[in-house]
Nanobody, 127 residues
Framework: QVQLVESGGGSVQAGGSLRLSCAAY????????MGWFRQAPGKEREAVAT????????YYADSVKGRFTISQDNRKNTLYLQMNSLKPEDTAMYYC????????????????????WGQGTQVTVSS
């Protein structure tokens, strides 16, 4: 049973930083896509960043390019999202997700037929 556990969310002022972590348990595939997604109240879920396990290829939403960095520690089976220069519009519930194989280059970016999702961690940025 695959389980993803996010941590690191919290409240921060605009311009501040947070680092989210996603620990993966029970995952044995060598080729997989992992990503961070977010959903603000009243809005659709959107992909923030993804990374492919084999070559480290990444994708970033335009709204976070230059501010957020996705990375993974394969030894620890942990995914990270370093978020700098946070803005109030970054406020959302952030979810970690994974699926087998390479990342899709279009929504939903992770393959629905093999995807797993975490419970989410709240990020609140005040102005």
């Amino acid at each position: 049973q695959v389980q993803l556990v996010e941590s690191g969310g919290g409240s921060v002022q605009a311009g501040g930083s947070l680092r989210l972590s996603c620990a993966a348990y029970g995952y044995t595939y060598s080729s997989y896509c992992m990503g961070w997604f977010r959903q603000a109240p009243g809005k659709e879920r959107e992909a923030v960043a993804t990374i492919y396990s084999i070559d480290g290829r990444t994708y970033y939403a335009d709204s976070v390019k230059g501010r957020f960095t996705i990375s993974q520690d394969n030894r620890k089976n942990t995914l990270y999202l370093q978020m700098n220069s946070l803005k109030p519009e970054d406020t959302a519930m952030y979810y970690c997700a994974t699926s087998r194989g390479y990342c899709l280059s279009f929504p939903p970016f992770v393959r629905p037929e093999s995807s797993y999702w975490g419970q989410g961690t709240q990020v609140t940025v005040s102005s």
